[in-house]
């Protein structure tokens, strides 16, 4: 096997070339407002209709989503029925107990929209109490 002897200036350049295009792609990744993994494919020429759901992007536009009325009503059937059979318990003892079926932050968003509605109270150990 013969050795290929590549010019150090031509492996410079070819370095600097490569760089260049990593440091492009990941710009081109980060810039525009889309999901990492659909900016990638779309980098590479390939088309995606879903969002992966994973990345930053999916994950921010997930937090920010209005909470869907038909989860709300599930969630609070769910807690106010949670709130009968277990009495003297605190916010945070229902939502690890619902934790498994609701994401956390859901669940505290319907937790506060039942005290701000009446459904529910906090008496004065912070337990949960239906109005
Ligand atoms: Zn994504």
Not at 38 to 46: H, N, V
Not at 72 to 98: A, G, P, R, Y
Request: overall charge positive.
């Amino acid at each position: 096997m013969r050795l290929l002897t590549i010019p150090k200036e031509f492996y410079t350049k070819l370095k600097e070339t490569a760089i260049s295009n990593t440091n492009s792609m990941i710009h081109y990744a980060f810039s525009e407002h889309l999901c990492r993994s659909r900016m990638l494919l779309k980098y590479f020429g390939e088309i995606s209709k879903e969002d992966c759901g994973v990345c930053d992007y999916c994950i921010e536009k997930e937090r920010n989503k209005p909470i869907d009325s038909q989860l709300l009503k599930q969630m609070v059937n769910d807690i106010k029925s949670q709130i009968k059979t277990i009495e003297n318990t605190s916010i945070n003892e229902h939502v690890n107990k619902l934790s498994s079926q609701y994401k956390r932050d859901k669940l505290k968003f319907a937790i506060q929209w039942m005290l701000d509605n009446g459904i529910i109270l906090v008496d004065d150990a912070s337990k949960l109490k239906l109005n």
